[in-house]
């Protein structure tokens, strides 16, 4: 590669290839370090990237770079994209929220940098990158004196840039109106996805909060049940009452278990909202205690799980329905897995619930 560098620069450029890589040993200790404070500042934010990317150029790539503009640097000091991080968003709005981390790790060279998405035209092509020419803050001279670049960017953004690389769409044969205007129009779609992605995002974020407000002041038939309403519901802790009864029966520690996997069985049981859910555990919770006691009266477990309250109180909703020896298979089914064991699990509780009374006259639907 060095024999060729002297063909192709001049004195000059030669001068700053040899001030490159004099440089590189400190360029490298810089991309390490930048890396790392980067990715350690974004993980404490609960920023989550695609990608951080970082490379220093290649002397292929800087030759170029001199051979073409290499009288406008005094000193390899003047260009700044020798080292290059690039930071991929998923959404638009989490640019902003990176630059805003970028300049409390880095110092930035506001008068170097540029915000490209402002000088997006219209009839342009393409996406724009947010650059930002920073330094390291450090107490090396050395390293702090090197400028370097960091582009942040969505996933799209980055895609269309690649596509734009690999088809020549940027190259020196003028591409046809045809081909330039096909570009233009799956520019659009792009950016218009992109944005709407974000809008969702925020829509979503809105309705959760929404969820959880009419949840807090008790509004539960105006919450439609889903994995995000049922959630924020078991923050009240509903089934705590009922867990308490049954433990008393032996003075029992109730453990944490996850109670989300009872989704699908309420959903099953034609619960529309939250209310419907309400209903359900007042309704049932006297029921559900007699048979949690007819369970814990011939033992003497003093461990229950968190889910004793809610798993008894769909075994007795399916019972109450008359849906006998299959319902309470499909809860076991749901809740465990489908294996033999549920059935040794459903003859202990016809069993055990034969002489309550909620199963007076009950018969299972055919």
């Known amino acids: 590669m060095s024999e060729n560098l002297k063909v192709i620069l001049d004195p000059h450029g030669e001068n700053l290839m040899q001030q490159f890589r004099d440089l590189l040993p400190d360029l490298q200790k810089l991309e390490k370090l930048a890396f790392t404070k980067l990715k350690l500042a974004l993980d404490n934010q609960g920023i989550y990237v695609t990608a951080i990317e970082h490379r220093i150029k290649t002397e292929k790539s800087l030759a170029g770079k001199l051979l073409l503009k290499g009288s406008k640097y005094n000193s390899i000091s003047d260009i700044t994209d020798l080292l290059g991080l690039r930071v991929i968003t998923f959404y638009t709005d989490d640019v902003d929220k990176v630059a805003a981390i970028v300049n409390k790790v880095f110092d930035v060279d506001w008068c170097e940098s540029v915000d490209k998405r402002k000088l997006h035209k219209l009839n342009s092509f393409g996406y724009n990158s947010l650059h930002y020419i920073c330094r390291l803050r450090t107490q090396n001279k050395k390293l702090k004196s090197i ?5 942040m960017r969505t996933a799209l953004q980055h895609v269309w840039s690649t596509i734009e690389h690999d088809t020549g769409y940027k190259g020196d044969v003028k591409i046809p109106d045809e081909y330039r205007r096909q570009f233009s129009r799956l520019a659009g779609m792009l950016e218009l996805v992109d944005d709407e992605f974000s809008r969702l995002r925020i829509s979503i974020t809105d309705y959760r909060r929404q969820v959880q407000s009419l949840v807090k002041s008790g509004k539960l038939d105006d919450v439609a049940l889903s994995a995000d309403s049922f959630a924020s519901y078991l923050e009240l802790h509903p089934f ?9 029966v032996n003075q029992a520690e109730i453990f944490p278990a996850p109670l989300i996997g009872f989704l699908p069985l309420l959903e099953s049981f034609d619960f529309e909202t939250l209310g419907d859910v309400q209903r359900f555990i007042q309704e049932d919770s006297d029921d559900a205690y007699q048979l949690a006691l007819s369970q814990l009266a ?14 008894n109180l769909c075994l007795v909703h399916v019972l109450k ?8 298979k499909f809860v076991f089914d749901t809740l465990n897995g489908e294996r033999d064991s549920n059935e040794i699990l459903v003859d202990m509780i016809l069993e055990q619930a034969q002489n309550l009374e909620f199963m007076d006259n009950k018969t299972p639907k055919q």
């Open 147 to 151: 400028r370097f670049e960091l582009q």
């Open 240 to 248: 705590d009452r009922l867990n308490q009864r049954i433990a008393a």
């Open 298 to 311: 011939v033992t003497d477990l003093d461990i229950l799980a968190e889910n004793v309250g809610l798993q």
């Open 321 to 328: 329905q008359g849906r006998g020896r299959a319902g309470l």
